[in-house]
């Protein structure tokens, strides 16, 4: 099971962290990504990370978004700074395949129940 956590309400250039901790599994061997859906709009990669730790992301969070782990306490997170009300989406973790840039749904196949992010301007 993958629980997403940390989404809230912000103004615009706040920041927020996002949590996705798993129960029963050791998450550093996993690769792991955040995605996003806007209301209305499609679900979009965001960020992914693999077992090596190595880094993807999409091209609107480069530079401001930062995806880690956590392996002693099983947690993936999403560090989102300088944050923009096109941010404002619902977040869900999801363990995948790979992580080669921008992660692709269809590569993922075990979703968290996600968590609201708002920014307002």
């Known amino acids: 099971q993958l629980q997403a956590s940390g989404g809230g309400l912000v103004q615009a250039g706040g920041s927020l962290r996002l949590s996705c901790a798993a129960s029963g599994r050791t998450f550093s061997r996993y690769t792991i990504g955040w995605f996003r859906q806007a209301p209305g709009k499609e679900r979009e990669g965001v960020a992914c990370i693999n077992s090596r730790d190595s880094t993807g992301y999409a091209d609107s969070v480069k530079g401001r978004f930062t995806i880690s782990r956590d392996g002693a306490k099983n947690t993936v997170y999403l560090q989102m700074n300088n944050l923009k009300p096109e941010d404002t989406a619902k977040y869900y973790c999801?363990?995948?395949?790979?992580?080669?840039?921008?992660?692709?749904?269809?590569?993922?196949?075990?979703w968290g129940q996600g968590t609201e992010v708002t920014v307002s301007s």
């Open positions: 999801a363990e995948g395949i790979y992580c080669i840039g921008v992660p692709q749904i269809e590569e993922y196949n075990t």
